[in-house]
């Protein structure tokens, strides 16, 4: 079965530290990866996505997540973190021969940053 | 552009009573997603609809649990004779397509709470 596994369940940092997040799947074929932020009270927004082509991917906010084929890994990285980035990410993929596009998620990581 | 929408927020059933969980899609959106997120886990798929037909339900229970999205109106998930361990967040997401570029925005969710 097809499974998504974040390594870190809670992460605290001190402001502008540097950030990864580290996300593995399992599957051998072709996916599309996603990495969610969720805010305190807040409904879940993409911060990034891969598809095809150039394996860093930028996002929003000064995200960027990099695409290892042979690691089966899409980490979550981020050079210098703010108070404003404490939240729940969530790691997801999409497996190409899904009937549809359902998507599997990590169990999330918890993000707390100390201003 | 309105965002995809579910009601009601917070949702407070007594266990044996029937739940239901509506999804509105984003304008333009045919397919329809209902992930559940119980305490401390993260998102689980349960199914995916088009207008009128459910194309993946794999991750449903196999009993107490339907799900619709009727030619006219949002998409329900409904709950019959509610037990404590459903009790979780309910996310509904909608995509244009669920094809090789898929990508799901979410709602707010619904959060249940039986007692």
């Known amino acids: 079965a097809q499974s998504v596994s974040q390594h870190n369940h809670h992460v605290i940092l001190s402001e502008a530290a540097s950030l990864e997040l580290g996300c593995n799947y399992s599957y051998g074929g072709t996916v599309n990866l996603f990495w969610y932020v969720q805010y305190p009270g807040q409904h879940l927004q993409l911060l990034l996505k891969?598809?095809?082509?150039?394996?860093l991917v930028k996002g929003i906010k000064g995200f960027e997540a990099e695409f290892i084929k042979s690691k089966f890994s899409f980490n979550l990285r981020k050079p210098s973190v703010q108070w404003s980035d404490t939240a729940e990410y969530f790691c997801a993929v999409n497996a190409l021969d899904n009937q549809g596009g359902k998507l599997i998620f990590g169990q999330g990581t918890e993000l707390s940053v100390k201003p | 552009n309105a965002g995809v929408m579910q009601n009601p927020r917070h949702l407070v059933r007594r266990r044996g009573q029937e739940a239901r969980l509506r999804c509105s899609p984003m304008?333009?959106?045919?397919?329809v997603y209902w992930y559940r997120q119980l305490p401390e886990e993260g998102l689980k798929f349960m199914v995916y609809l088009q207008k009128e037909n459910i194309i993946d339900e794999s991750g449903m229970p196999k009993e107490r649990f339907s799900a619709e999205f009727p030619k006219e109106g949002p998409s329900i998930l409904r709950i019959q004779q509610v037990v404590r361990g459903d009790s979780a967040a309910y996310f509904c997401?909608?995509?244009?397509?669920?094809?090789?570029?898929?990508?799901?925005?979410f709602g707010p969710g619904t959060r249940l709470t039986v007692l």
């Open positions: 891969y598809f095809s082509g150039d394996p």
């Open positions: 997401a909608s995509s244009s397509t669920s094809g090789r570029i898929n990508e799901q925005f």
């Open positions: 304008k333009g959106h045919s397919h």
